[in-house]
T-cell receptor
């Protein structure tokens, strides 16, 4: 069974631009959550989607947004990029939205803002 | 609070056992996880334990949970050089959505 697929793997953008990252969950999984990993802040929760609905959002500015499609694939968007947005963005897939099942992560998208 | 604490670094020799510790603050946590991250890679789920368990063993991995002290540990038996990585503990609360709160990560270095 295929794992969680994130595209692209690497991305370089300029300050002020916007970016869209994609995540395809494991087949049959309906929950997708997103995390930002930086050396300074560690792993931080961005948001979680289940059945095309955002269930919870972390403490990030409104420039960070996402959505989920009917096939459970998810995208996250960051507008007006800042240097501090440089990070590894990880998405996790799980069977349902309850916090009692295993979450499997993709390889991540490394975003560099210059 | 949401703080999950881990020691930053652990160095062991190949063949020894490694013990990575984690403390958390939220007593309502239902599941506690251990993830491994190798350089340039995502997070690999190693094992997890439900909060009503004290211990879980999975091949070379043993997880111990002391709920009273909010202390979680991961023991790796017969540590190999391929075990060198960063290990994260994470807690999940049964709040209806999949949100993990991660520890700071412990870098394990295994020397031959």
């Amino acid at each position: 069974k295929a794992g969680v697929t994130q595209t692209p793997r690497y991305l370089i953008k300029t300050r002020g631009q916007q970016v869209t990252l994609s995540c395809s969950p494991i087949s049959g999984h309906r929950s997708v959550s997103w995390y930002q990993q930086t050396p300074g802040q560690g792993l931080q929760f961005l948001f979680e989607y289940f059945s095309e609905t955002q269930r919870n959002k972390g403490n990030f500015p409104g420039r960070f947004s996402g959505r989920q499609f009917s096939n459970s694939r998810s995208e996250m968007n960051v507008s007006t990029l800042e240097l501090g947005d440089s990070a590894l963005y990880l998405c996790a897939s799980s069977l349902d939205s309850m916090g009692n099942t295993e979450a499997f992560f993709g390889q991540g998208t490394r975003l560099t803002v210059v | 609070g949401e703080d999950v604490e881990q020691s930053l670094f652990l160095s062991v020799r190949e063949g020894d056992s490694s013990v990575i510790n984690c403390t958390y603050t939220d007593s309502s946590s239902t599941y506690l996880y251990w993830y491994k991250q190798e350089p340039g890679a995502g997070l690999q789920l190693l094992t997890y334990i439900f909060s009503n368990m004290d211990m879980k063993q999975d091949q070379r991995l043993t997880v111990l949970l002391n709920k009273k002290d909010k202390h979680l540990s991961l023991r790796i038996a017969d540590t190999q050089t391929g075990d060198s990585a960063i290990y994260f503990c994470a807690e999940s609360r049964d709040t209806g959505f999949q949100k993990l709160v991660f520890g700071t990560g412990t870098r394990l270095l295994v020397s031959p």
